[in-house]
């Protein structure tokens, strides 16, 4: 599996394009944008779609800036971490950061700020080599990248674009069952993954698949919906059944991906 990378940087030919260039020797695929504004508008779109983001310091923050040349400010980074929080707020989703810069103030100016994302800092100028295997090794070790290379048979499915919205949900119920941290939402991410599928499933299913649909449907309807007698929330079902639940629909997308051939 390539690691595939979302770079923001304003130094388009500089930067950009020789790291994209460079980076195909190392399995690494970078997609770039110029801007805060638009890196992070495709980051919020397409972000299962990456492993990993690395930021320039001193950046355009806007298209508008970058429209009108505008010289990139000192504080561009703030701003940066800003759409960052607000993104990993909105999307509980973690990916591993980078800034590469060749900000001319103290470092100390803005270390703290990216010390307390657990990124790493480099300088631009510098052999790319440290940058290709620092990527490689955070890619590698985060729980996301890990869980796509165990179940990938699994998630080319999402591959298709009318599918990808509910890839996040794919990964989230996963790392719920890899970590044995169950909860509703667990439930909750794999009756949405289900529903958004099940309509396009054929109508004639195999015996060893209709009876895992039917489950599946019952029993995350019958515990995420009120009783309706009294209104009352229906406690959550064992974590063995949620797991059971989890891994049914793995086989059921592992039929529906055979399906779509």
Same mark, same amino acid.
């Given at each position: 599996?390539?690691?595939?990378?979302?770079?923001?940087?304003?130094?388009?030919?500089?930067?950009?394009?020789?790291?994209?260039?460079?980076?195909?020797?190392?399995? @690494?695929?970078?997609?770039?944008?110029?801007?805060?504004?638009?890196?992070?508008? $495709?980051?919020?779109?397409?972000?299962?779609?990456?492993?990993?983001?690395?930021?320039?310091?001193?950046?355009?923050?806007?298209?508008?800036?970058?429209?009108?040349?505008?010289?990139?400010?000192?504080?561009?980074? =703030?701003?940066?971490?800003?759409?960052?929080? $607000?993104?990993?707020?909105?999307?509980? +989703?973690?990916?591993?950061?980078?800034?590469?810069?060749?900000? %001319?103030? #103290?470092? =100390?100016?803005? =270390?703290?700020? @990216?010390?307390?994302?657990?990124?790493?800092?480099?300088?631009?100028?510098?052999? *790319?080599?440290?940058?290709?295997?620092?990527?490689?090794?955070?890619?590698?070790?985060?729980?996301?990248?890990? @869980?796509?290379?165990?179940?990938?048979?699994?998630?080319?499915?999402?591959?298709?674009?009318? +599918?990808?919205?509910?890839?996040?949900?794919?990964?989230?119920?996963?790392?719920?069952?890899?970590?044995?941290?169950?909860?509703?939402?667990?439930?909750? %991410?794999?009756?949405?993954?289900?529903?958004?599928? =099940?309509?396009?499933? *054929?109508? %004639?299913? #195999?015996?060893?698949?209709?009876?895992?649909?039917?489950?599946?449907?019952?029993?995350?309807?019958?515990?995420?919906? *009120?009783?309706?007698?009294?209104?009352?929330?229906? *406690?959550? #079902?064992? #974590?063995?059944?949620?797991?059971?639940?989890?891994?049914?629909?793995?086989?059921?997308?592992?039929?529906?991906?055979?399906?779509?051939?």
């Amino acid at each position: 599996m390539n690691i595939k990378v979302l770079l923001i940087d304003d130094e388009e030919e500089a930067i950009c394009k020789k790291l994209q260039r460079n980076a195909k020797d190392e399995g @690494i695929e970078i997609v770039y944008f110029c801007n805060y504004e638009a890196g992070f508008a $495709e980051l919020n779109r397409n972000f299962t779609q990456y492993h990993a983001l690395v930021l320039d310091a001193k950046c355009w923050k806007t298209q508008a800036e970058q429209d009108n040349d505008h010289d990139p400010t000192d504080d561009a980074i =703030s701003e940066g971490l800003r759409l960052l929080g $607000e993104f990993e707020h909105r999307t509980a +989703y973690f990916l591993p950061v980078v800034v590469n810069t060749g900000f %001319s103030f #103290p470092e =100390s100016y803005f =270390s703290p700020q @990216i010390n307390a994302i657990k990124a790493r800092i480099f300088r631009k100028g510098t052999d *790319p080599d440290n940058l290709w295997a620092h990527l490689k090794n955070i890619v590698a070790n985060s729980q996301t990248y890990q @869980i796509e290379r165990k179940y990938a048979d699994v998630l080319v499915v999402f591959e298709k674009s009318e +599918y990808a919205s509910v890839k996040s949900d794919v990964l989230a119920f996963l790392k719920d069952i890899e970590t044995e941290t169950i909860t509703r939402d667990t439930l909750v %991410s794999i009756r949405k993954v289900f529903e958004t599928l =099940s309509n396009d499933f *054929p109508t %004639s299913q #195999p015996d060893n698949i209709h009876p895992l649909t039917g489950v599946i449907w019952k029993m995350t309807s019958w515990h995420l919906h *009120p009783d309706k007698r009294d209104k009352k929330q229906r *406690p959550l #079902p064992s #974590p063995y059944l949620v797991k059971a639940m989890g891994y049914a629909l793995l086989d059921v997308l592992l039929w529906f991906k055979n399906e779509m051939k």
